[in-house]
């Protein structure tokens, strides 16, 4: 294995100045976003969702950003799964986009709440049919036995929901609604560009941060 405090690698693609940011924090973002998806960027979609248990402890897994706008960030999942629980207990989170390709990361923190049944509704009979039925065949960070299990339970809604399933009741959206956004651009020297937005009221306060 090599040493890995000898891997080493210097940020030069970018930069990011006040004036690119003088249209707001999701404007920035969608920017960002059009450009990872058109230099090719491997998942620009994915993004890190960090929780905080009952006990105190975070815990992240990656998911996929399926809409955003002034309301915030959206994302469907299993609300009984592990992040479901803990945004049940604690209902706020965070998103980190690591665009590797671009040197870019994006992080963005503040409450979450479910979607409307008709949001989710609509998603899901948009989501191919092999992604429905696994809807009700997971039970989704729970300790099973097997594989076996999975595909036995796949093979059961099939069975029973057909060509049409609907919605599992334990299946929707989240949204999180913003309060935070840091923008970070890679730069020389380890003298990275960083922004922040924080919402005060109706209105985003941006100021730079130090590397």
């Known amino acids: 294995m090599s040493k890995l405090s000898d891997f080493r690698k210097s940020y030069e693609l970018g930069e990011l100045d006040e004036a690119e940011a003088a249209d707001g924090p999701l404007a920035l973002f969608n920017r960002w976003m059009d450009e990872a998806i058109a230099h ?9 969702v960090a929780t905080v248990g009952a006990n105190g402890r975070p815990s992240t897994r990656v998911v996929l950003l399926k809409g955003c706008d002034a309301r915030g960030f959206v994302w469907f999942t299993n609300y009984e799964s592990r992040k479901g629980e803990e945004l049940a207990h604690l ?3 965070a998103l980190q986009f690591h665009w590797v390709e671009m040197e870019r990361v994006v992080r963005i923190e503040g409450k979450v709440e479910k979607t409307s049944a008709q949001e989710s509704d609509d998603y899901f009979k948009s989501r191919p049919l092999d992604s429905r039925l696994g809807a009700w065949a997971s039970p989704q960070s729970r300790v099973i036995s097997s594989r076996a ?18 919605r599992p009741p334990h299946w ?22 960083r922004l922040v937005f924080t919402a005060d009221g109706d209105r985003w306060l941006r100021e730079r941060l130090a590397p």
């Not at 989240?174 to 380890?190: I, M």
């Open 40 to 48: 090719d960027v491997s998942e620009p979609t994915a993004m890190t």
């Open 172 to 193: 929707g959206g989240y949204r999180l609604v913003p309060e935070r956004f840091e923008f970070w651009q890679g730069r020389r020297s380890r003298l990275h560009d």
């Open 149 to 166: 299990v999975l595909v036995a339970n796949a093979a059961k809604a099939a069975v029973q929901h057909g060509l049409n399933p609907e």
């Open 91 to 93: 209902p706020f989170a």
